[in-house]
């Protein structure tokens, strides 16, 4: 059984990683280095006081941060291995928002992930199905709403292109009645 604190301390090191891929950097001023992260915690109201101290601690043994000394400052920054599992979490929690009433527009992806690019394809493909999309192929999902910037979001984690993935929005769709009665509009 994992202790309580260690999950929490995964979590808040989760969170910190996120904003640092949002901000792209923190600097605080701090004469002293110890005391850099006493006021750093003082200004980020988030998180407690204690578990910030111990992510802190966490993401830094694990080299997932990177602290320099720059004069009277402190600049903390994520790692290239800090932004790689940052962006992981930053596609684990994203989600497509559904709007109250449908604007009558499909939303088609089409991709095409070449086999040597097989786990990719597949992982896409899954947090196709995670995010409610109907497969019309394969290569080909639909999707009534709204979802070009977490899909952009997911070509770029990927790094694949525009070529490779395209978002279509199709205003009338063939006998789209299945499509409906599954997306419940």
Wanted: with cysteine.
């Amino acid at each position: 059984m994992r202790k309580i604190t260690k999950i929490k301390t995964k979590y808040y090191s989760k969170e910190i990683l996120k904003y640092l891929l949002l901000v792209g950097e923190i600097y605080t001023a701090s004469a002293f280095p110890r005391s850099f992260p006493r006021n750093l915690i003082r200004s980020i109201d988030k998180f407690k006081k204690e578990k910030f101290s111990y992510s802190f601690n966490y993401l830094k043994k694990r080299g997932l941060i990177e602290i320099k000394r720059e004069g009277y400052d402190v600049r903390i920054a994520l790692t290239k291995e800090g932004r790689k599992r940052a962006g992981k979490y930053q596609i684990d929690d994203l989600e497509i928002e559904k709007p109250k009433n449908w604007d009558k527009k499909w939303r088609v992806v089409i991709f095409d992930v070449p086999v040597s690019s097989g786990i990719i394809r597949d992982v896409f493909r899954r947090k196709l199905k995670e995010f409610g999309f109907y497969p019309l192929q394969q290569s080909i999902w639909a999707y009534p709403y709204p979802c070009h910037e977490e899909i952009k979001l997911l070509r770029e984690f990927f790094g694949l292109n525009k070529k490779q993935i395209q978002v279509l929005e199709v205003s009338k769709l063939e006998d789209d009645r299945f499509l409906r009665k599954y997306f419940k509009i």
